[in-house]
């Protein structure tokens, strides 16, 4: 079935410096990917999607781009900052034929923390 | 400032009582998610409506009962909890009735809830 898979954390950086979360997916077809931030105590918040094969997604200094060859969707920034502190969940959407009609679901990662230090 | 309104924010009740989770959205969106998240896990899939009909169901036990009554609200009923349900769960919301354009799901602060 449909995975994804992130890399481990916690990851723990300084300010300023630069950082890569790597996302890696097992589906059929040709799934959109996202990237979601969770901060403490909140729900989740779209990040940045990209909906096909060479599509880069961008937010906020954010960037990440859809890789078919290597089914990779690794987010980078460049310079971190403390408020960059919190969850971040890769996902793809999964769609499937239900009743009849056309539904999907969010397959998630399971989530890598990230700390900014100052 | 979330478009997706949860409310309670935190909830504490015991096994033998009923109670109610409500999610409200104004954004026009067709589909409405109910999702449980342990700590430190990521979401997981409860329910699904679609123009306001119950579309999925993952397998939860009855003791959750979810209810759409208009295109802009979600309610999760719950009755006779155990202490494992004890999570956060998070509504979302999502343009169209389905996920078949890609559209993002937009989320609720979620409510905390801990069964005693």
């Known amino acids: 079935g449909n995975s994804v898979t992130q890399m481990e954390g916690p990851v723990t950086l300084s300010e300023e410096a630069f950082l890569t979360i790597n996302c890696t997916y097992t589906?059929?077809?040709?799934?959109?990917l996202f990237w979601y931030v969770q901060y403490p105590g909140e729900g989740l918040q779209l990040l940045l999607k990209?909906?096909?094969?060479?599509d880069k997604g961008s937010n906020k200094g954010f960037e990440a781009t859809y890789r078919k060859e290597t089914t990779s969707f690794h987010l980078e920034k460049g310079s971190v900052q403390v408020s960059d502190s919190a969850v971040y969940f890769c996902?793809?959407?999964?769609?499937?034929?239900?009743?009849?009609?056309?539904?999907?679901?969010?397959?998630f990662g399971k989530g890598t923390k990230l700390s900014v230090k100052p | 400032d979330t478009e997706v309104t949860q409310t309670p924010k935190h909830l504490v009740m015991g096994m033998t009582n009923k109670k109610s989770l409500k999610c409200e959205q104004h954004?026009?969106?067709?589909?409405m998610y109910w999702y449980k998240q342990k700590a430190k896990k990521p979401p997981e899939l409860m329910f699904v409506?679609?123009?306001?009909?119950?579309?999925i169901n993952e397998s939860v036990p009855s003791r959750f009962s979810p209810e759409c009554p208009n295109s802009s609200l979600l309610n999760l009923h719950l009755h006779a909890l155990q202490p494992e349900d004890s999570a956060l769960y998070l509504c979302?919301?999502?343009?169209?009735?389905?996920?078949?354009?890609?559209?993002?799901?937009?989320f609720g602060n979620g409510t905390r809830l801990t069964v005693t």
């Open positions: 990209a909906t096909k094969a060479d």
């Open positions: 589906a059929t077809g040709y799934p959109s």
């Open positions: 954004m026009g969106h067709r589909a």
């Open positions: 979302a919301s999502s343009q169209g009735g389905t996920l078949l354009n890609n559209s993002p799901l937009h």
């Open positions: 409506y679609s123009y306001e009909k119950l579309s």
């Open positions: 996902a793809l959407s999964d769609l499937a034929i239900n009743y009849g009609g056309s539904q999907g679901n969010l397959i």
